[in-house]
């Protein structure tokens, strides 16, 4: 066999590799090691784990609490009952609250995008309290709105008494809980979102530098927040995208700044280097059609409320199977967003995630002959 041919050979066979798969679908290895008291790493669309160390110990929080603050902010921004521009009055609580500062003056005013920058690029506590007390009356009256939203989040393990983190038997979260937060962030609050990758704020004279380091070393992150007290540790929660795939890594319990921020670096090299995420559907689009019995049509597409993601290991997505399971004998009418099935995703006959199947428009009643002529149909296929 001559060279030339010999490596014409050579090439095809490898691009036949690559084609089907069999390179790209390495053994996906193991997550990174290192210290820390728990993490998680989710992807934002298919909101699947990728790696993960006790997610569902209650560990305490620090400022990483202040991802709460500010989600309450923005959703009293969106339903018009705060806006940016608006100027809080900074109590005397506010301004005697310990440990990071925005440094804001009792008796001042400032505006409310002003104390959103304190609360995330600084870590301001007394900004914190300042929104709190503004937004709810008391602090504690804030801390009640807290838990109520995170209930209605999922966030089934965290409990919150204050606005700041500030230590507290009673103040507690868990890594699942909060990526749950993160997620709802960005997805709820893009216009907001772009507060979390500012790097520097300066008030009152006073320069402070976000403390979160990726922000530096990483283009890709563009989020979120850090935490440090002497019982919780050193934490951070990070958000990066690269190439429309985005991953959410929260990290508690580290030893030093430096370490936080190695692992979680890590941890999203991990996630972007081993798994890949497709959308698979976009929302409203026909995934499987069903009889509707008596109905005014022969036939119901149903589909998926929501754009339907899924995140796999690299190189496998050609190898996932999706299954429709649909109720039996659809019986008209049938309203349109109802809930009529389930779409089970698979890869190698374990399941990765499920979606809701819903009807697609409304399918009324049909005929009095068209339902007699089902009934009798029905009552032949019993």
């Known amino acids: 066999m001559t060279r030339p041919l010999l490596a014409s050979v050579v090439a095809g066979f490898v691009a036949l590799i690559h084609s089907t798969g069999v390179i790209a679908a390495m053994p996906t290895p193991e997550p990174p090691r290192f210290d820390a008291t728990s993490f998680l790493l989710v992807d934002f669309h298919s909101g699947q784990e990728l790696a993960s160390r006790d997610p569902d110990m209650r560990v305490e929080p620090a400022s990483i609490t202040k991802l709460m603050t500010s989600y309450i902010a923005f959703s009293e921004v969106k339903k018009g009952n705060l806006s940016l521009d608006e100027q809080v009055t900074i109590s005397e609580n506010a301004w005697r609250t310990g440990g990071s500062r925005m440094f804001v003056e009792v008796g001042s005013s400032v505006s409310v995008e002003n104390?959103?920058?304190?609360?995330?690029?600084?870590?301001?506590?007394?900004?914190?309290v300042a929104l709190a007390e503004h937004i709810a009356g008391s602090e504690s009256a804030f801390a009640e709105?807290?838990?109520?939203?995170?209930?209605?989040?999922?966030?089934?393990?965290?409990?919150?008494?204050?606005?700041?983190?500030?230590?507290?038997?009673?103040?507690?979260?868990?890594?699942?809980?909060?990526?749950?937060l993160a997620r709802a962030l960005i997805r709820d609050f893009p216009e907001h979102y772009e507060l979390y990758s500012e790097?520097?704020?300066e008030y009152n004279n006073i320069k402070q530098y976000n403390r979160n380091k990726l922000l530096w070393r990483d283009e890709s992150?563009?989020?979120?927040?850090?935490?440090h007290t002497e019982s919780a540790g050193y934490c951070l929660v990070s958000s990066a995208e690269r190439d429309g795939m985005r991953l959410i890594s929260v990290v508690l319990g580290t030893e030093s700044e430096n370490a936080r921020a190695s692992a979680s670096q890590s941890l999203l090299n991990y996630g972007f280097r081993f798994f890949d995420t497709r959308r698979l559907y976009e929302a409203g689009e026909p995934i499987t059609t069903v009889r509707p019995w008596k109905g005014a049509f022969d036939s119901l597409d149903l589909g998926s409320q929501h754009d339907?993601?899924?995140?796999?290991?690299?190189?496998?997505?050609?190898?996932?199977?999706?299954e429709p399971e649909v109720a039996d004998q659809l019986i008209a009418p049938l309203q349109g967003g109802t809930v009529l099935g389930e779409l089970h995703v698979a890869l190698d006959g374990e399941r990765i995630t499920s979606e809701p199947l819903v009807a697609l428009r409304d399918v009324p009643k049909g005929g009095l002959w068209r339902q007699l002529v089902d009934e009798i149909r029905l009552l032949i296929a019993r």
């Open 115 to 128: 104390l959103l920058r304190g609360v995330i690029i600084q870590s301001g506590n007394d900004a914190s």
């Open 145 to 180: 709105w807290m838990n109520s939203y995170a209930r209605d989040l999922g966030m089934t393990g965290s409990h919150f008494v204050n606005a700041t983190g500030w230590p507290d038997p009673d103040h507690y979260v868990t890594a699942r809980d909060i990526t749950a």
């Open 199 to 201: 790097k520097v704020f």
């Open 221 to 227: 992150v563009d989020g979120l927040k850090t935490g």
């Open 308 to 322: 339907l993601y899924v995140t796999v290991p690299r190189g496998r997505i050609g190898d996932i199977t999706v």
